[in-house]
């Protein structure tokens, strides 16, 4: 079955720093990648998707994430962080027979610190 | 162009009550999905409707249910609710199957 890894619970970074949250998944064909974020309370917003075509892909907010087959992993990166940037973020991947049953990761908690 | 909105913010019942979560999707949106995020389990799939039709269900028991209604509006219902259902409980639309979903706020689900 369809699944992504996300390695890093928690991960401090300092505001203006860069960053780098990991995601691996497992699945025989070529996957359909998302990214999410969530702030504390809230819904989930949509930061990036990769669906095929170039490997790396722009989102909102700054962020942006490479698909790298060999290694299996869809990474999200940001050049400076923002102290806004604190939240949990999600990787996701589509599942079942029409591909739309999102499979998350656990999350990676992002604490900024100034 | 409004996103997916979900009521009410928050919900308190006890132990054996039913509870009524609502969701509006995104105007041009068919198919809803609902998410359970619980406290160390993560988010999990729970329903998917489109078209009026659940299509796919996760592994959650019968006295989770739903419909979508003719404006493709959707409502979940927990009955008989038991602690473990505390949670927040996620909506999200998408024009069809295999687009990318949008998640509305959430309903916080206290069973006490």
């Known amino acids: 079955a369809q699944s992504v890894t996300q390695p890093d619970i928690h991960i401090t970074v300092s505001e203006g720093a860069s960053l780098e949250l990991r995601c691996n998944y497992s699945?025989?064909?070529?996957?359909?990648l998302f990214w999410y974020v969530q702030s504390p309370g809230q819904g989930l917003q949509l930061l990036l998707k990769?669906?095929?075509?170039?490997?790396l892909v722009q989102g909102i907010k700054g962020f942006e994430a490479e698909f790298k087959r060999s290694q299996s992993s869809f990474n999200l990166r940001k050049p400076s962080v923002h102290w806004s940037d604190a939240a949990e973020y999600f990787c996701a991947v589509p599942t079942g027979e029409y591909g739309n049953k999102l499979v998350f990761g656990a999350g990676t908690i992002l604490r900024v610190k100034s | 162009e409004a996103g997916v909105t979900q009521s009410p913010t928050h919900l308190i019942k006890t132990r054996g009550q039913q509870a009524t979560l609502r969701c509006s999707p995104i105007?041009?949106?068919?198919?809803v999905y609902w998410y359970q995020q619980a406290l160390g389990l993560g988010l999990q799939f729970l329903l998917w409707?489109?078209?009026?039709?659940?299509?796919n269900r996760g592994n959650f028991p019968p006295r989770f249910s739903g419909r979508q209604f003719p404006n493709y509006s959707s409502e979940l219902n927990v009955n008989a609710l038991e602690l473990e259902d505390s949670a927040l409980y996620l909506c999200?639309?998408?024009?069809?199957?295999?687009?990318?979903?949008?998640f509305g706020p959430g309903t916080r689900l206290t069973v006490l």
């Open positions: 990769y669906f095929s075509g170039d490997t």
């Open positions: 409707y489109d078209e009026g039709e659940e299509r």
């Open positions: 105007s041009g949106h068919t198919s």
């Open positions: 999200a639309s998408s024009r069809g199957p295999r687009n990318e979903q949008f």
């Open positions: 699945y025989g064909a070529t996957p359909y």
